[in-house]
T-cell receptor, first 116, second 109 residues
Framework: GAVVSQHPSRVICKSGTSVKIECRSL??????MFWYRQFPKQSLMLMAT?????????EQGVEKDKFLINHASLTLSTLTVTSAHPEDSSFYIC????????????FGPGTRLTVL | GQNIDQPTEMTATEGAIVQINCTYQ??????LFWYQQHAGEAPTFLSY??LDGLEEKGRFSSFLSRSKGYSYLLLKELQMKDSASYLC??????????WGAGTKLIIKP
């Protein structure tokens, strides 16, 4: 099956710093990548959808200047949490959708962000 | 608005059968997914239904009725490792996944 990786798997940072999370599709080309956030005991919340070579589409309530998304190639998307605060501490998960099928999303393993 | 409902928590016994229901109201329908998510991990794909009926895959089966906006995930011969959250998600007319809040399944010996 299709494999999606995320790096880092876990990061701890100080308040006010920026953190970059990478999402890579390893064995397929991902035309669309999705970024989710999940707080404890809650379901996935879609933050934004990014298509290769174009600007990301952010969900209502998600600050585009705080959560910078870049989808520069068909295999890589990055999410940068700028000026992180403790309330940004969460589990961030990316998923990717390939060229062949538009129905299934393949999930990365997630990144646990803790902001002190 | 779009809405997906599933029970918050269910408890079952090892070796038994459990059915997790999901009802949905979405703008358009391009299929329904079930995912399994263990604590601290990303979701893993279990099943995809786009036509009415039952899809069986080993110990797991998934059923869909589009006219009723209803699906269920059936887990047979429950094992302790099946303790997890089970997420129902619908692909809407924009091919965007709409997620349910998930059902936490607790398996007791």
């Amino acid at each position: 099956g299709a494999v999606v990786s995320q790096h880092p798997s876990r990061v701890i940072c100080k308040s006010g710093t920026s953190v970059k999370i990478e999402c890579r599709s390893l064995d397929f080309q991902a035309t669309t990548m999705f970024w989710y956030r999940q707080f404890p005991k809650q379901s996935l919340m879609l933050m934004a959808t990014s298509n290769e070579g174009s600007k990301a589409t952010y969900e209502q309530g998600v600050e585009k200047d705080k959560f910078l998304i870049n989808h520069a190639s068909l295999t890589l998307s990055t999410l940068t949490v700028t000026s992180a605060h403790p309330e940004d501490s969460s589990f961030y998960i990316c998923s990717a959708r390939g060229l062949a099928g538009i129905n299934e999303q393949f999930f990365g393993p997630g990144t646990r962000l803790t902001v002190l | 608005g779009q809405n997906i409902d599933q029970p918050t928590e269910m408890t079952a016994t090892e070796g038994a059968i459990v059915q997790i229901n999901c009802t949905y109201q979405t703008s358009g329908f391009n299929g329904l997914f079930w995912y399994q998510q263990h604590a601290g991990e990303a979701p893993t794909f279990l099943s995809y239904n786009v036509l009415d009926g039952l899809e069986e895959k080993g110990r797991f089966s998934s059923f869909l009725s589009r006219s009723k906006g209803y699906s269920y995930l059936l887990l047979k011969e429950l094992q302790m490792k099946d303790s997890a959250s089970y997420l129902c998600a619908v692909l809407d007319s924009n091919y965007q996944l709409i997620w349910g809040a998930g059902t936490k399944l607790i398996i007791k010996p």
